[in-house]
Each structure stands twice: as C-alpha cells, then as structure tokens.
C-alpha cells in the first residue's frame, strides 16, 4: 500500500527566482536612469514604460477575461483630456490630476460596459471602437479644450510641475516608471488570487464558469473597469510628457490599440512576460526601420500575423515550448517533497 | 423642407452602407468571421478603380469589369491563403489577423498612392439629378446606388436560397462536419464565400468612390458604418441589413442638418441607441 507523500503547493520556481533577481537589478538600472541616461533616451523609455503597460493592461483584458477590446484608446483619450482640463481649467496639480483622470476613465467605463457588454465576441470589439470614436467626436465638439485641433498644457501649469525642464522631465520619467510597476503589480496580484482563477475559467468557458459558481458578469465588469481606470492613468502620463493633446492624437485607434496588440500578441498573449518581450521587439523594429515609414507599419503589422497564425502564443510560448520557464509563475504546482517506500 | 431634404438624402446614403454592410454580414453568416480589414478592402477596390481608370481611361462603372473579377480572385487567395486558418473555436486569431491585414493594406496604399484625397471621376452622373416637386431633386448617382443595394441584396437572397451554392454555404455554416460527409471542402466553400463577399466589396468602393472622396486612411470608418448596419439590422438578415444601412444614413443626414460636427457622431447615437432598446437588432432573424 502506498503512502501519499509530503507535498506542498508551489508558484516558485527556479527559474522565476533567477528572474525576480534579474528584474530587481534592472529596475535598479532603470530607477537610477536620469543620472546615467540622456534626455532622447529618457523620452524613449519613457515611451518604453507606457507601451509595456498598455500592454499588460490590454493583456490581461483579452488574454485572461476573453474581453477583446479593440476601443482602449477611449480611456487613454479620456485619461489625457481629464489631465489637460483639470490642470488648464481646475489648477489642479498635474500629478495629482494623473490619478483623477483614472477616476474619471473607471467613471465613464461603467455605461461604456453596459453599453458593450450586449455585444459578444468580435462584435464587442467593434461595438468598444464605436463607443471610442463616440468619444473621439464628442471631445471635437468641445471648443474650450480646443474642437478638433486640440490644445497645449498652459506654460504656467508646465513651470507648476517641477523647477526647471531638467526636473520635470526626470519626475515624469519616475512617475512612468511608478506607474508600470504598478501595473505589472497589479496584473501579477490579480492574477494569483482567486479572481485570477476565476478569470482563467471565463476565458476558456464562460458557461462551465457559471456554473461552478463564478459571477462571470460580474467579474467582467470589475476587470473592465479596473483596466479602464489604470489605462486612464497611462493615458494622462502620456499626454503629460507630450504636453499637447488632440482628439485624433488621444483616440487614436492605431498608436494605442493596434500597436498594443501587435506587442501582446508578437510577445504572447495570456502571459505576463508576453507584453514585455512583444515591447522589446516591437521598440528594436521600430528603432531600426522607422526611417522606412509606411513600410515599417506594414512589416508590423505582416509580423504580428505571421505570428499569430504559426505561433499563436508568441515568441515567449516559443520558448517556454523550448525550455519551462516562467518569470512570473501564476500557475500552481504540487512539489512533491519526500516519497516514502511504495509497496 | 430642409429636413425633408435631408432625411430623403439620408434614405438614399442608406444604400450605399447597405451595400458596405452586405458583404460584413455575408461572411459572418457563412464562416463566423468579423472582418476588420473589410473597411480597408472597401477603400482598396476605390483605388483599384482609380489606378485601373487612369491606365486605361475608362469610365469607373466600367471599371467594374475589372474591379469586381480581381477583389474576387483576391478574396479567394486571401481566404484560401491565410483567413481559413485562423478558423477555429477561439475569435482571437481572425481578429488579430484581419486587424493587422487592416494595418498592411492602408499602409501599402498609402505607400502607392500617397495620403492625397482622391476622387472617380463619373462625368454627368456625378450632378444629374430628377426633380420629383415642391423643390426636391433625386440624384441620378445615389439612385444607380440604392437600385443596385436592392439588386445585389435580392441577388445574394437569391443565391442563398434558392441555389446549390447557397445551399452548400448554409450546410457548410450550420455544419462543416456534416457537410464534409457529404464531399463539401470546407476550405474551398468558405473561399467561394470571401470571394463573393470581395465581389460585393468592389461593387460598394467603386460606387463609393465616385460619390466621395476617399483616402488611404478612411477604412476603418467604413468598417464602422458597416458594422452598425449589420447589428442595427439584425444579424444574419440581409434586408435587414438595408434597413440598417437607412436608419444610419437618416440618422447622420438629421445630425449633419443640426450642425455639421455631429453628421458621423449622429450615426453612432443611434446605432448606441439601437443596441440598448434592440440588442438583437430590430429585425433579428427568426431562427427556423
């Protein structure tokens, strides 16, 4: 008769401690970036950081919760504009102004899902795009933040962020940085907690989901909003290091939704290193071939469908096919500790 | 008479992003698939016109000769070549492929024919009009489009229904398993389907192209605009989908009326509008 052996249940894995050990030196690296660092590279990593997290956030919309929005860039828009009318009309501090234009991002999120949720599938992709460009019209309309042709961020309110331009540049590039780590935070936290589990089990099937007791609705909804609120933030960072803002620059579909997707999708969809590979990828192409212009997007977009099609989980579901790794380990294994004699 | 005017405009516009609509709801219809690039095929057959116009100075309604014949072809290669293998359970992989198809074509023709507005020259069609009293004119051009709306989605109603191709492509939708027992390949069938789909695209940027003008970036919009008719129609109903088409275009022709900011923001309102009273659109099709 056998003895059931000792086990534990585990997430660490050798390899993700070697890689929390990497990703605390790097972070270490880039937190002490202004000293080492030049102002065009400070911009880029800057750029760097709101992609990554862009990334992550759409990631975990429609890698984990199946809610493949193709309309994020309401909330980046929404997110910049709440910054620029805050701090231009309400002399709201433009740090502070950051963290309200979650706010306000999470606060229309709420009728935009009850709008889109009635949409399944592809079409609530397109339905999110709809409701994007509702808003993308809608602030055109507006003369006091400029109609179509947008505004800049008043110099005065520029001069309140920080003495001098050296100052500023260096606090937005740590706000940046802040704001990335949470979200790669967040997204990590989530994804290990229960409504992580919950979230796997909507994705793969929504009506086995429910029937073992997930409010999927529910659970949707708390993410969308969640993903609206954090993205509104990015959406604000940006517009703060631009310091110019214009309906189409703000909901632009390609900058801050196509682009997203060709990073998740190139990286690996449904994996937290996913994001960060597909950035790297996608800042070498476009550092090397960016002069070509036309011909670069289309080489962007002809990678990201060649993945899709031959590797759908993307260059890290390649490797981890090659090698089980996992920097970022939300899956739980049973480590077997000791076996006794078995009969 | 102003508004009259316009809601009667707004009717005849409803043709045209029928005519878009059709080819979206016809390929959901068969093989599930939501297009994204189908806004930027719209565009992509206006500029095949243009170039096929300029090179051979024809009229662009003869064009269509040619148009038509090549985005079919096209839509076979593509379905054959790429879109039939992204087909499966998961909706991801067609919406990826075809949202970085979407990308590719509206760079590769902005790399070809630059970022100019452009515009198919029709001669006297163009401003022709039929004058039907109290101060209302019908143009001749968005008659010739609502006429063919009417045509091609009787002809597709036709061919669904009351042909064996029709009948392959709904065996084929409702099962593929079934239908491969009984010597149906699936590849080709769905292939067959893009091809009509393309075939009504090119019929669509053409007459498009002669009403408007288009440029490289404006397929995304189209895409929109079809994708309301389809939903605000009702899914899988073609005249529905002509409906559809109507009530967006009277809804930007009345928002246009107001002020001329509010003309596409109108048209997702009531689209909006639509999906909260009438999620299954507002002549769902009644499943038999």
Same mark, same amino acid.
């Given at each position: 008769m056998a003895d059931i052996p000792a086990y534990a249940v585990s997430r660490a894995t050798r390899s993700s401690r070697i890689g929390m050990a990497i990703g605390l030196i790097v972070l270490i690296i880039l937190a002490t970036a202004p000293w080492w660092a030049g102002r065009a590279d400070l911009r880029l990593l800057i750029e760097i950081f709101y992609y990554l997290a862009l990334a992550q956030l759409w990631n975990l919309l429609a890698g984990y919760t199946g809610l493949v929005s193709v309309g994020q860039q309401a909330f980046v828009g929404l997110g910049g504009y709440t910054l620029f009318a805050l701090?231009?009309?309400?002399?709201?501090?433009?740090?502070?102004?950051?963290?309200?234009?979650?706010?306000?991002?999470?606060?229309?999120?709420?009728?935009?899902?009850?709008?889109?949720?009635?949409?399944?599938?592809?079409?609530?992709?397109?339905?999110?795009?709809?409701?994007?460009?509702?808003?993308?019209?809608?602030?055109?309309?507006?003369?006091?933040?400029?109609?179509?042709?947008?505004?800049?961020?008043?110099?005065?309110?520029?001069?309140?962020?920080a003495d001098g331009r050296q100052a500023r540049e260096w606090l937005v590039y740590w706000v940046a940085l802040i704001i990335v780590l949470a979200a790669m935070a967040i997204?990590?936290?989530?994804?290990?907690?229960?409504?992580?589990?919950?979230?796997?089990?909507?994705?793969?099937?929504?009506?086995?989901?429910?029937?073992?007791?997930?409010?999927?609705?529910?659970?949707?909804?708390?993410?969308?909003?969640?993903?609206?609120?954090?993205?509104?933030?990015?959406?604000?960072?940006?517009?703060?290091?631009?310091?110019r803002i214009s309906p189409d620059a703000a909901f632009s579909v390609n900058d801050w939704t196509a682009f997203v997707i060709f990073i998740v999708v190139i990286g690996g969809i449904g994996r937290i290193e996913g994001p960060i590979i597909g950035v790297i990828v996608f800042f070498v192409l476009r550092e090397l071939f960016v002069d070509f212009g036309a011909w670069y997007l289309m080489l962007l977009g002809a990678v990201a469908v060649v993945i899709m099609l031959l590797a759908p989980r993307g260059l890290w579901g390649l490797l981890t096919d090659r090698w089980d790794i996992q920097l970022f380990p939300v899956r739980r294994a049973l480590v077997v500790k000791e076996t006794k004699d078995s009969g | 008479m102003d508004w009259v005017n316009a809601i009667v405009q707004g009717i005849f516009v409803g043709g045209l992003y029928?005519?878009?609509?059709?080819?979206?709801?016809?390929?959901?219809?068969?093989?599930?698939?939501?297009?994204?690039?189908?806004?930027?095929?719209?565009?992509?057959?206006?500029?095949?016109?243009?170039?096929?116009?300029?090179?051979?100075?024809?009229?662009?309604?003869?064009?269509?000769?040619?148009?038509?014949?090549?985005?079919?072809?096209?839509?076979?290669?593509?379905?054959?070549?790429?879109?039939?293998?992204?087909?499966?359970?998961?909706?991801?992989?067609?919406?990826?492929?075809?949202?970085?198809?979407?990308?590719?074509?509206?760079?590769?023709?902005?790399?070809?024919?630059?970022?100019?507005?452009?515009?198919?020259?029709?001669?006297?069609?163009?401003?022709?009009?039929?004058?039907?009293?109290?101060?209302?004119?019908?143009?001749?051009?968005?008659?010739?489009?609502?006429?063919?709306?009417?045509?091609?989605?009787?002809?597709?109603?036709?061919?669904?229904?009351?042909?064996?191709?029709?009948?392959?492509?709904?065996?084929?939708?409702?099962? =593929?398993?079934?239908?491969?027992? $009984? /010597? &149906?390949?699936?590849?080709?069938?769905? *292939?067959?389907?893009? #091809?009509?789909? +393309?075939?009504?695209? =090119?019929?669509?940027?053409?007459? $498009? /192209? &002669?009403?408007?003008?288009?440029?490289? *970036?404006?397929?995304? #919009?189209?895409? +929109?605009?079809?994708?309301?008719?389809?939903i605000m129609g009702g899914l899988g109903n073609l005249w529905g989908t002509l409906a559809g088409g109507i009530i967006l275009g009277v809804a930007q022709a009345i928002g246009a009326q107001i002020n001329p900011g509010w003309q596409i923001l109108a048209g997702h309102i009531a689209f909006l509008i639509v999906l909260v009273i009438r999620p299954n659109g507002l002549f769902p099709r009644i499943q038999g």
């Open positions: 701090a231009a009309f309400g002399g709201v501090n433009p740090l502070a102004a950051i963290a309200l234009a979650g706010v306000v991002a999470a606060i229309f999120a709420l009728p935009t899902a009850f709008l889109v949720f009635r949409l399944r599938g592809a079409y609530f992709a397109i339905g999110t795009w709809v409701v994007a460009e509702v808003y993308r019209l809608g602030f055109a309309q507006v003369s006091a933040l400029g109609g179509g042709s947008g505004m800049s961020l008043p110099a005065d309110v520029v001069r309140s962020i997204v990590y936290a989530l994804l290990r907690s229960r409504q992580g589990l919950a979230l796997t089990a909507i994705r793969d099937s929504e009506p086995a989901s429910e029937s073992l007791g997930v409010n999927t609705y529910r659970t949707k909804l708390v993410i969308y909003i969640a993903v609206a609120f954090a993205t509104g933030l990015v959406g604000a960072l940006i517009f703060l290091q631009k310091l | 029928a005519l878009f609509a059709t080819g979206l709801s016809l390929i959901f219809g068969v093989m599930r698939l939501v297009n994204i690039a189908h806004g930027d095929l719209i565009i992509l057959a206006a500029f095949l016109s243009l170039a096929v116009v300029d090179g051979l100075n024809i009229h662009p309604l003869v064009s269509l000769v040619i148009v038509v014949p090549v985005m079919a072809a096209f839509g076979y290669a593509l379905q054959r070549g790429i879109l039939n293998f992204t087909l499966g359970k998961d909706i991801l992989p067609p919406l990826l492929v075809t949202f970085g198809l979407s990308v590719i074509i509206q760079n590769a023709l902005l790399e070809t024919f630059s970022a100019d507005s452009q515009r198919l020259q029709a001669g006297a069609i163009e401003t022709a009009s039929i004058p039907i009293g109290q101060g209302l004119a019908i143009g001749v051009l968005p008659l010739i489009i609502f006429v063919t709306a009417i045509v091609v989605i009787g002809g597709l109603q036709f061919v669904f229904y009351q042909t064996t191709l029709g009948r392959v492509f709904r065996a084929t939708s409702d099962d =593929a398993v079934t239908a491969r027992t $009984m /010597g &149906i390949d699936k590849s080709h069938v769905f *292939a067959l389907a893009m #091809a009509l789909a +393309l075939a009504v695209v =090119a019929i669509a940027g053409v007459l $498009m /192209g &002669i009403r408007t003008n288009f440029d490289p *970036a404006v397929g995304p #919009a189209r895409l +929109l605009f079809a994708f309301e008719a389809v």
